[in-house]
């Protein structure tokens, strides 16, 4: 099991910046991916960018503003956010896969923070 807890969203204006951090805590064999994924209103939840196996992602709307990095002493990532436009208001969810003991594969969500972009 893992557990994950969100900080950071907020009400920002446009063009303003947020740091969205994530931290997991749990006993699983290991952590393979932590990253961020967001759900505007009546759209579907995409990536905004994951870090694991020595690659990172982003969804193509976050190439250039938004910056993912993981913590070098702990299971936690940071989402530096900048240039935020009215379109990335959205809650950020939080995800990881980790490998248990049972050397399955499993997919953890955190409960979500919201990020409000004013225009």
């Known amino acids: 099991q893992v557990q994950l807890v969100e900080s950071g969203g907020g009400l920002v204006q446009a063009g303003g910046s947020l740091t969205l951090s994530c931290a997991a805590s749990?006993?699983?064999?290991?952590?393979?991916?932590m990253g961020w994924y967001r759900q505007a209103p009546g759209k579907q939840r995409e990536l905004v960018a994951d870090?694991?196996?020595?690659?990172?992602n982003y969804g193509d709307f976050a190439k250039g503003r938004f910056t993912i990095s993981s913590d070098s002493t702990k299971p936690a990532v940071h989402l530096q956010m900048n240039s935020l436009k009215p379109d990335d208001t959205a809650v950020y969810y939080c995800?990881?896969?980790?490998?248990?003991?049972?050397?399955?594969?499993?997919?953890?969500w955190g409960q979500g923070t919201q990020v409000t972009v004013s225009p």
């Open positions: 995800f990881a896969r980790a490998t248990d003991w049972d050397r399955r594969d499993y997919d953890y």
């Open positions: 870090v694991g196996g020595g690659s990172i």
């Open positions: 749990g006993s699983p064999f290991r952590i393979n991916t």
